[in-house]
């Protein structure tokens, strides 16, 4: 079956550092990728995607490249700020039939926390 | 559009009892999705629908668990009786039509943090 991977967190970073979570899935067939964040009290949102291979992700400063050789999508960003702690998912969905279609499988999240 | 709506926020209720959560998804979406996160299980797929139609209900812990949609603009998911373990925020979330119009993407509610003593 399909499954996400997350780096176990959490994550605690000073203001400015550099950001990495990483993400490895395994899916049959051509998954679409996803980054979902959640901040305190809400609902996940929508970060970034990639739909095929080799496709970068970005919004906010925050990019992820597809990676079907090494099954991978990890997150990236140059300079995190406080406003960026928050719980990052990752996940997966595979268009292949009706029955597939939009649903996701998501990691197991990863907390960042980043302080002044 | 006023996204994903969701209520209550937040419900307590005792062993035993029913619990009915509600969903407002984003009008002309066709999908819904409901799913659980807790802090051990992190987020789980109970349901979903496609065009108001149950497509996978797998995720669906018991059948003490239903869940219902009677409308494009409204479903519901009920716990009866409720027990402790059933404390977790659910999600409501929906989806449009096509990849064209980003099917993949799903936008979330707030969520309906329950808390059963």
């Known amino acids: 079956g399909n499954s996400v991977t997350q780096m176990e967190g959490p994550v605690t970073l000073s203001e400015e550092a550099f950001l990495t979570i990483n993400c490895t899935y395994t899916?049959?067939?051509?998954?679409?990728l996803f980054w979902y964040v959640q901040y305190p009290g809400e609902g996940l949102q929508l970060l970034l995607k990639a739909t095929k291979a080799d496709d970068k992700g970005s919004n906010k400063g925050f990019e992820a490249t597809y990676r079907k050789e090494t099954t991978s999508f990890h997150l990236e960003k140059g300079s995190v700020q406080v406003s960026d702690s928050a719980v990052y998912f990752c996940?997966?969905?595979?268009?292949?039939?009706?029955?597939?279609?939009?649903?996701?499988?998501f990691g197991q999240g990863t907390i960042l926390t980043v302080h002044p | 559009d006023a996204g994903v709506i969701q209520s209550p926020r937040h419900e307590v209720t005792e062993m035993g009892q029913e619990v009915t959560l509600r969903c407002k998804p984003i009008s002309g979406h066709n999908s819904l999705f409901w799913y659980r996160q807790t802090m051990m299980r992190g987020l789980e797929l109970l349901i979903y629908f496609n065009n108001n139609v149950p497509i996978d209900d797998s995720g669906m812990p018991e059948d003490r668990f239903s869940a219902k949609m009677p409308n494009a603009s409204f479903s519901t998911l009920k716990i009866q009786p409720s027990e402790p373990r059933d404390s977790a925020v659910y999600f409501c979330a929906s989806s449009g039509m096509g990849p064209s119009s980003g099917a993949n993407v799903l936008t979330f509610g707030a969520g309906s943090r329950l808390t059963v003593l």
């Open positions: 899916a049959t067939g051509y998954p679409s």
């Open positions: 996940a997966l969905s595979r268009l292949a039939g009706g029955t597939s279609y939009g649903k996701l499988t």
